[in-house]
């Protein structure tokens, strides 16, 4: 049984559907904040960004393969009421990617939905 993924935005999950191979679970897609990146596609095996930034301005299209991945973190934000921390950073052994959601409940998700695929 396929669960039907997460989704910020309807154009987006379509830009990350058109670049998944045969038999890829597409989980979520997340629309970020702030500079380069402009939206996190998580599927079973692997993380697919849109980065307006990545080589001189050009956009890309970016895939890190679970296996490359060495870390996960979040930010505490330190506050009162269990607030969650809407940034995440993504660890491969030779680059850090900082993905920033639209809320801490986003990232808590993408969070884990990542963590069971890299342990």
């Known amino acids: 049984m396929t669960q039907e993924p997460i989704f910020d935005k309807q154009d987006q999950l379509e830009k990350i ?7 890829e679970q ?3 897609v997340f629309d970020m904040k702030g500079g380069g990146t402009g939206f ?3 599927t079973d ?3 697919i960004f849109y980065d307006k930034a990545f080589m001189r301005k ?4 970016v895939t890190i393969p679970y296996s490359r991945i ?3 973190a979040t930010k505490d934000p330190g506050g009162l009421f269990g607030s969650l921390s809407s940034e995440l ?3 491969t052994s030779g680059e850090a990617y900082e993905f920033e959601f639209r809320g801490g ?15």
């Open 17 to 23: 559907e058109a670049n998944l191979i045969e038999g």
């Open 26 to 28: 597409l989980r979520a």
């Open 40 to 42: 996190l596609g998580i």
């Open 45 to 47: 095996k692997r993380l």
């Open 58 to 61: 050009s956009k890309a299209m």
């Open 70 to 72: 060495i870390a996960i």
């Open 89 to 91: 950073t993504i660890r």
């Open 105 to 119: 409940d986003k990232a808590h998700q993408a969070y884990n939905l990542i963590v069971p695929q890299i342990l």
